[in-house]
């Protein structure tokens, strides 16, 4: 006496008011693929990089730029540098005791961005 497969419904999770269902094995095949071209695409970003092992990351802030190194076992190193400016858009000074905003002096007017 062989025993037949009983296939079963897929269980439903509730995330608040919505309703959740697993994937099935043929969506998962197609997600697979999705996420495995777009690693290839990051692979290819920086080729000279890819199969390198990390020796230490550093950073540090030099005139106004952010610069971070990734140091590898054969004294290479990625570096990423960025260029921020900051600088004030507004300044004033206000009272917070009843809840409400309300602004005692202005000292700049606030810049539009």
Do not use: Q
């Not at 990051?42 to 990390?54: H, L, T």
């Not at 971070?68 to 260029?83: E, G, H, P, Q």
């Amino acid at each position: 006496m062989t025993k037949k497969r009983v296939t079963k419904k897929p269980k439903i999770v509730w995330v608040g008011s919505t309703p959740i269902t697993p994937i099935t094995p043929k969506e998962r095949k197609e997600l697979h693929k999705v996420m495995k071209k777009r690693l290839e695409m990051k692979r290819r970003k920086y080729p000279e990089v890819r199969g390198k092992i990390v020796d230490y990351i550093s950073h540090s802030i030099d005139d106004g730029t952010l610069c971070m190194n990734v140091c590898f076992k054969d004294k290479t190193i990625f570096s990423l540098r960025f260029a921020c400016e900051i600088f004030i858009v507004g300044a004033d000074i206000s009272d917070w005791k009843t809840g409400n905003y309300d602004i005692i002096r202005e000292y700049m007017k606030p810049i539009p961005v």
